[in-house]
């Protein structure tokens, strides 16, 4: 069964791959989705690009957890060597767009609820939610789900972490801000030159330390990653332009990180984006960590980014793969990596849920 699972989801990831599915773009990759589940008579829904299913022995009164990972992925960078859209198999490894971010964490836990789906008694009732728009923080992504599918008590949401169990994940806000000056003629003395004043300004961020660090997530992490200013050489401009990328670590919500910019930031306005990508955690004493580091599984704290910042139950970032690949030329995972990746994942549920 476990073999057979593993040949199945490899070419289902292969299918995943050689269709196109940037954000927003999901719907031929939904339907490979689909298919899989009609060919192994689950019973599913789907909302616009989500595909979603609950065990068949669902039972109200239960805890639930959900399972997800995603199945949209970024636009490929002109680095490639080899078709981004075809799976090529070399030397244990499958190249192609998507194929570790996230494509081989939605096949392994695909595999791993079809493994479930039909058992009884189960501790948990599980949900499944392949979702789209997760690379752009889209407004019809998991986010959309939460209203629809069960309400959820715990998550293990697929991203690759080498299947080590990352406990937290940084937020993150992005800010606008505006520094202000006196515009002038750039043949006269100004002693209010705007792209001077960013000077300090500058250094002000590259130095500001917030106070609170983490033990899971270390500090929070502030980096001016644009600037602009100015439109001709000869005119010294009345503002400009700086955006302010922030990881929040567990110790501060993005409201409390919004607040302090704003109070303390030497310049004239900043603005959050938004404020909804929270930092998220699970306790490390609950039973799927636990779990877990029996397997011989290693924790940590995640700085990047995935589906977990929308949820407002514990999670726990989990899957085969290796995040320094993602967005990368040539992208690949190795097959053994899905081959472990859903015999750890199987292992975990069965020490949690049966």
Request: glycine share 6%; charged share 20%; aromatic share 8%.
């Amino acid at each position: 069964m476990m073999e057979q699972l593993t040949k199945e989801a490899i070419a289902l990831l292969k299918q995943l791959i050689e269709t196109q599915s940037f954000s927003s773009e999901e719907d031929h990759t939904a339907a490979h989705i689909e298919n899989w589940f009609n060919s192994h008579s689950v019973d599913y829904k789907r909302t616009k690009n989500n595909v979603w299913a609950v065990n068949k022995y669902f039972k109200e009164g239960k805890p639930t957890l959900l399972l997800n990972s995603h199945h949209d992925t970024v636009k490929p960078n002109s680095a490639y060597t080899k078709d981004p859209f075809k799976a090529i198999v070399e030397d244990g490894k499958l190249y192609g767009l998507g194929s570790n971010d996230a494509g081989g964490c939605l096949v392994s836990l695909i595999a791993t609820f079809t493994h479930f789906y039909n058992h009884k008694n189960l501790k948990y009732n599980l949900v499944i939610v392949a979702s789209a728009e997760e690379e752009s923080s889209g407004p019809n992504g998991l986010n959309s789900m939460l209203s629809i599918i069960p309400k959820i008590d715990v998550a293990i949401v697929g991203e690759p972490t080498l299947m080590n169990l990352a406990v937290a994940e940084k937020g993150l806000v992005v800010f606008d801000a505006v520094l202000e000056g006196t515009p002038s003629h750039a043949a006269h003395p100004n002693d209010d030159n705007v792209i001077y004043k960013s000077i300090e300004v500058l250094k002000w961020f590259k130095d500001y330390k917030f106070e609170k660090g983490s033990d899971a997530l270390g500090d929070v992490k502030l980096t001016v990653s644009q600037i602009s200013a100015g439109k001709q050489h000869n005119a010294v401009p009345a503002d400009l332009n700086l955006v302010i990328d922030v990881r929040v670590n567990d110790a501060y919500s993005n409201s409390e990180i919004a607040e302090i910019l704003q109070k303390e930031a030497p310049v004239t306005s900043i603005t959050p984006r938004s404020l909804q990508l929270n930092s998220s955690c699970i306790p490390t004493d609950h039973e799927l960590v636990k779990a877990g580091i029996a397997m011989g599984r290693t924790t940590y704290g995640s700085p990047t980014l995935s589906d977990q910042a929308v949820l407002s139950c514990p999670s726990l970032k989990l899957g085969p793969g290796d995040s320094t690949r993602s967005h990368s030329a040539d992208e690949f995972i190795y097959l053994h990596e899905i081959e472990e990746g859903i015999k750890i994942y199987i292992e975990l549920l069965n020490r949690v849920i049966i």
